[in-house]
């Protein structure tokens, strides 16, 4: 298997346009999270899904975010607008189990909003 | 206070050291740990993960929980250059929708 696949790899935008991060889980994975990592608050949880379903978004910052999964290989996480404390990475992970643990975790988006 | 605390480093060892990597937690309901290894700029990747308590073992590294602190550990021994990374914690509970990481431990390995 490819593993967890994300797209893009870097986005740089501009403050106020819409944004639209990618991701492919490993098949077979019924779980799928969305994380956002910096520096400064470190893998923050954003949402996550279980059989294409949204079980918890309470991560979610606000309403500028929005994430679905409209079938079992595919997820999308929007921001719109994007401000430039959306900098940040973000990682999509997938996992067969419902505790959370093995995760298996995508490469990222590095996104930065200038 | 946080669900998991975790001294962020850094820490810079000489190769062959012993390294120990803790997590304190607060939430008595989780039941999985985990370690996670996050070198620059990649994902994290699962390096162990155990179920409740004791240590478990793969090659070099050593996973310990001790439910009753609180506490878990990661030790590498005759750390390698190659270990150099970020070191994340997890852990979960039973029901799986309490699940935390920590901030990450950020270890370097001087040849």
């Known amino acids: 298997d490819a593993g967890v696949i994300q797209s893009p790899r870097h986005e740089v935008t501009e403050m106020g346009q819409e944004v639209t991060l990618r991701c492919k889980p490993i098949?077979?994975?019924?779980?799928l999270f969305w994380y956002r990592q910096t520096m400064m608050r470190g893998l923050e949880l954003l949402i996550y899904f279980n059989n294409n379903v949204p079980i918890d978004d309470s991560g979610m910052p606000e309403d500028r975010f929005s994430a679905k999964m409209p079938n079992a290989s595919f997820s999308t996480l929007k921001i719109q607008p994007s401000e430039p404390r959306d900098s940040a990475v973000y990682f999509c992970?997938?996992?067969?189990?419902?505790?959370?643990?093995?995760?298996?975790f995508g490469p990222g988006t590095r996104l930065t909003v200038t | 206070q946080k669900e998991v605390e975790q001294d962020p480093g850094p820490l810079s060892v000489p190769e062959g050291a012993i390294v120990s990597l803790n997590c304190t937690y607060s939430?008595?309901?989780?039941?999985?740990f985990m370690w996670y290894r996050q070198y620059s700029r990649k994902g994290p990747e699962l390096l162990m993960y155990?179920?409740?308590?004791g240590n478990k073992e793969d090659g070099r590294f050593t996973a310990q929980v001790d439910k009753s602190s609180k506490y878990i550990s990661l030790f590498i021994r005759d750390s390698q250059p190659s270990d150099s990374a970020t070191y994340l914690c997890a852990m979960s509970s039973n029901t799986g929708n309490q699940f935390y990481f920590g901030t990450g431990t950020s270890l370097t390995v001087i040849p």
């Open positions: 939430n008595s309901a989780f039941q999985y």
């Open positions: 098949s077979g994975h019924d779980y």
């Open positions: 155990t179920y409740s308590s």
């Open positions: 992970a997938s996992s067969l189990h419902p505790q959370g643990t093995e995760q298996y």
